[in-house]
């Protein structure tokens, strides 16, 4: 299993370009979430997903939108790309059970820059 | 008020030096208590996790909760140079959505 994963790993922006952040996971895992890390911060959440065709809004959803069409893939779209939004993106999955902790599974991140 | 507050430090110990590292709380809710490793450019990996209060351990890592006073703690014995990395704290109620609440993060530099 590859487990997580993101493309691309960096990539730099100018300010009102669009770009989609890829994330697919091979483990058949149910939720899926999209945080974003600034500098000297923790993970904040964006959005996730439940299931396929299931998105909602995390706490710093605004300036995004999600979609899931399948199991494995939860691609984040950046419309307008603005300043606040250079940041590292991680994607993570999990595997739900009830009345049972399950660990979400992170992928490597992607770097982004908007300038 | 932050829902969980962690000493952003940078720490730093040397090796075989015993590590306290804490994050506090606000919401009651919480009953799933993790603590993640980050090395440099890399995504978060699960170290620990306890269900509700109590110790768990793990070889040279020990996690502690405390809910009366909303306080979680990992301890790390005879750190090593590969202990370096930020570790974060994060929680999560018994909500459907699993979410996680994280900590800012304690950067920990092991000196050899």
């Known amino acids: 299993n590859a487990g997580v994963t993101q493309t691309p790993k960096f990539r730099i922006l100018k300010i009102g370009q669009s770009m989609t952040l890829q994330c697919t996971q091979d483990?058949?895992?149910?939720?899926m979430y999209w945080y974003r890390q600034d500098p000297g911060m923790g993970l904040k959440l964006i959005y996730y997903s439940v299931g396929a065709g299931i998105t909602d809004k995390g706490e710093v959803p605004n300036g995004y939108n999600v979609s899931r069409s399948t199991t494995e893939d939860f691609p984040l779209r950046l419309e307008l790309a603005a300043p606040s939004q250079t940041s590292v993106y991680f994607c993570?999955?999990?595997?739900?059970?009830?009345?049972?902790?399950?660990?979400?599974?992170f992928g490597p991140g992607t770097r982004l820059t908007v300038l | 008020q932050k829902e969980v507050e962690q000493d952003p430090g940078p720490l730093s110990v040397p090796e075989g030096a015993i590590v306290s590292l804490n994050c506090t709380y606000s919401n009651s809710a919480f009953q799933y208590f993790m603590w993640y490793r980050q090395y440099s450019r890399k995504g978060p990996e699960l170290l620990m996790y306890t269900y509700s209060s109590g110790n768990k351990e793990d070889g040279r890592f020990t996690a502690q909760v405390d809910k009366s006073s909303k306080y979680i703690s990992l301890f790390i014995r005879d750190s090593q140079p590969s202990d370096s990395a930020t570790y974060l704290c994060?929680?999560?109620?018994?909500?459907?959505?699993?979410?996680?609440?994280f900590g800012s993060g304690t950067q920990l530099t092991v000196l050899p």
């Open positions: 993570a999955s999990i595997l739900t059970a009830p009345s049972s902790y399950n660990e979400q599974f």
């Open positions: 483990m058949n895992h149910n939720y």
């Open positions: 994060a929680m999560s109620g018994t909500g459907s959505a699993r979410q996680l609440t």
